[in-house]
């Protein structure tokens, strides 16, 4: 199965990102595809949070293992908690400032098995990705 997730951002009004990719990858796969994407410092903290219908953060997905317990996004597969389109999840891309990405399973696709495609792509988007406070404040000093 390929899940598209559609990338949303409550900073930037007409954003959106549309990131297909396989059910059996795993969060780190959908990280990375979103760091890249918007050309963010990937040295930074990021976690996903796994959400009611009405974005209430439950289950937290996490870059690091702080505490000792947590489930970790290059362990954990997308096909775990993911299975039917309308599923939602945060993105906290920059964990100082709170700074997060809304993220919807849009569609559930069948796999084309004669296709070379690798995931996960970029399909589809608009607008720019809100910029990330640390490469604003690099940025500043270097203008110094």
Do not use: C
């Not at 990102?17 to 595809?33: C, G, M, P, W």
């Not at 293992?65 to 389109?85: E, H, P, R, T, Y």
Request: cysteine-free; charged content about 30%; proline content about 2%.
């Amino acid at each position: 199965m390929i899940f598209v997730f559609r990338v949303i951002s409550n900073e930037v009004e007409d954003f959106f990102r549309d990131v297909e990719i396989k059910s059996t990858q795993t969060f780190y796969q959908l990280h990375n595809a979103i760091q890249y994407d918007a050309d963010w410092d990937s040295s930074q903290l990021a976690n996903f949070y796994l959400t009611d219908d009405n974005w209430e953060p439950a289950q937290e997905i996490s870059l690091i293992d702080i505490s000792g317990d947590a489930l970790l996004m290059d362990k954990v597969k997308l096909n775990k908690f993911f299975s039917k389109k309308g599923q939602k999840l945060i993105y906290t891309y920059d964990v100082m400032a709170d700074r997060s990405l809304f993220i919807e399973l849009w569609k559930v696709k069948d796999e084309d098995e004669d296709s070379r495609q690798k995931y996960p792509v970029i399909s589809n988007g608009n607008g720019d990705f809100p910029s990330q406070v640390m490469l604003q404040k690099k940025q500043a000093r270097q203008n110094i």
